[in-house]
């Protein structure tokens, strides 16, 4: 099995920055997929990042040019970093793997972005 464990998650002020961190119990170069995923209360759980092998990573246009998806294969970790964030960012965030054709979840980070 797998084990994803997400942070770096808060409360910060709309223009700020938060980086999430998401660690696998295991060396991600034997995961054919990692991304980030959030969902909002009453919304649909959205693709917001992905480092698919064999291509660039990939961001929906509500957060390209904000958020970028990075890894440190030493540290078994993949970040997140939401730079310039707006209140509709807000949402749990969810790390997400696949390993051996099974898809893998994180427990989930909360971003809030208030004033």
């Known amino acids: 099995q797998l084990q994803l464990v997400e942070s770096g998650g808060g409360l910060v002020q709309p223009g700020g920055s938060l980086r999430l961190s998401c660690t696998a119990s295991?060396?991600?170069?034997?995961?054919?997929?990692m991304g980030w995923y959030r969902q909002a209360p009453g919304k649909e759980r959205e693709l917001v990042a992905d480092?698919?092998?064999?291509?660039?990573?990939t961001y929906p246009k509500s957060v390209k040019g904000r958020f970028t998806i990075s890894r440190d294969n030493a540290k078994n970790t993949v970040y997140l970093q939401m730079n310039s964030l707006k209140p509709e960012d807000t949402a749990v965030y969810y790390c997400?793997?696949?390993?051996?054709?099974?898809?893998?979840w994180g427990q989930g980070t909360q971003v809030t972005v208030s004033s």
């Open positions: 997400n793997a696949l390993f051996l054709s099974t898809s893998y």
């Open positions: 480092i698919t092998p064999g291509s660039t990573p």
């Open positions: 295991r060396s991600i170069f034997s995961l054919s997929f």
